[in-house]
């Protein structure tokens, strides 16, 4: 499976949320290599995932995995183990692409290293 088909196989609600977003990281994150991962679509510099969504009960949910420390208040549902921030969505309008595009900015210059967290038994440690 590959990121389109993810968004194709959502409702229609959803799937215009998702081609949105994946039209909005594409654009602003030209470098970053997006994939299916662990069943919904990622994308990673460098090998360290960066942002994702995924089809949730409380909706569409965008994750940025180091949004914790961009300290941004739209990033609202945090992560209780590691660094990651999210946002649920709904409906595409819900989407604040100005917003979107801070965080997605932010997602590069601000990274934990996820890629090595077995390595480091849970440890992370920043590398931006």
């Known amino acids: 499976m590959n990121i389109q088909s993810y968004n194709d196989n959502q409702n229609d609600v959803y ?25 919904h679509p990622v994308w990673f510099i460098d090998e360290n995932p960066i942002v994702g969504y995924s089809k949730q009960k409380k909706g569409l949910r965008l994750m940025f995995w180091s949004g914790a420390s961009f300290e941004e208040a739209g990033l609202n549902v945090k992560g209780e183990k590691f660094k990651d921030a999210s946002i649920f969505y709904n409906a595409k309008e819900e989407v ?11 997602s590069v210059g601000i990274q934990w290293d996820y890629k090595n967290i077995v390595k480091r038994k849970g440890v992370l440690e920043r590398l931006k």
């Open 15 to 39: 799937k215009a949320i998702c081609d949105l977003l994946a039209t909005e990281i594409r654009e602003n994150l030209p470098f970053a290599d997006g994939k299916i991962w662990h069943g």
């Open 96 to 106: 604040d692409l100005y917003e979107l595009h801070q965080w997605l900015e932010k």
